[in-house]
């Protein structure tokens, strides 16, 4: 979790750095409204500024997609798809589900004792084979992991906990720049990355390798 924390402390400085570059440029007198919000925005190209801005955006996809690969492994199935008689059971599994009531669906599915197969015929096809929805589609995924990871499901929302309040810190400080340099505070965000990627130049690129060899073991452990 050292690199998400290390995330979250650099984003969190960005907005008072701002403030401190903005009461400083208020000072001139010769600089209309429009020449300020121009020269804070210059802060777009430096390290402390739109390079942590920068690196948050980068941190926080990374991690969500490590995080989604790490859940993706545990999914996988071992149904053997060549084998025709299985797949004929769970298609009756199917009907089975679908016939059934929400309570008594819900009874089979996430009891103690699930039978398994009932959650491989239910993920190998469509919700609507078997009378799922997509709430129920996640839990039968969480009982699987928990199933035959004990332990996992716990760790990957402990995980995920840590990567949204680096996305929550990182939002809060990309509006708090937006207002501060004088930008529209609609949520535009992708206005503002592709602003602060062109001040950041060549670095831009040199901050993506970085954040992907800082997260390279993120969420594998």
């Known amino acids: 979790m050292a690199p998400a924390k290390f995330a979250l402390e650099q984003i969190l400085t960005v907005p008072d750095a701002l403030r401190a ?4 440029i208020a000072s001139d007198e010769k600089l209309s409204t429009i ?3 121009d020269e804070i925005r210059k802060s777009f190209g430096e390290a402390e500024v ?10 926080v996809e990374t991690m969500r997609a490590k995080v989604s690969e790490r859940r993706a492994k545990l999914e996988t199935t071992t149904t053997d798809k060549t084998d025709a008689a299985g797949a004929a059971i769970r298609v009756e599994l199917r009907t089975m589900l679908r016939g059934m ?19 491989e ?14 709430t129920e589609r996640k839990q039968i995924l969480d009982a ?15 995980i995920n906990e840590a990567v949204a309040l680096v996305d929550a810190a990182y939002r809060i400080s990309v509006y708090d720049t937006l207002s501060i340099t004088g930008l529209p505070t609609d949520g535009r965000t992708n206005d503002l990355d592709s602003m602060i990627e062109g001040a950041l130049g060549g670095r831009a690129e040199n901050i993506k390798s970085e954040v992907a060899s800082t997260f390279a073991d993120f969420a594998t452990t």
């Open 101 to 119: 009531n929400a309570g008594a669906r819900a009874q089979i599915l996430f009891s103690e004792n699930a039978d398994p197969r009932f959650w």
């Open 144 to 158: 699987k992991i928990e199933r035959f990871h004990p332990g996992e499901a716990a760790k990957i929302d402990e």
């Open 50 to 59: 739109g390079g942590r801005l920068y690196r948050a955006r980068r941190a």
């Open 121 to 134: 015929a239910a993920l190998e096809a469509p919700d609507v084979a078997s009378g799922i929805n997509p």
């Open 21 to 24: 570059r903005s009461a400083t």
């Open 35 to 37: 020449g300020r919000h």
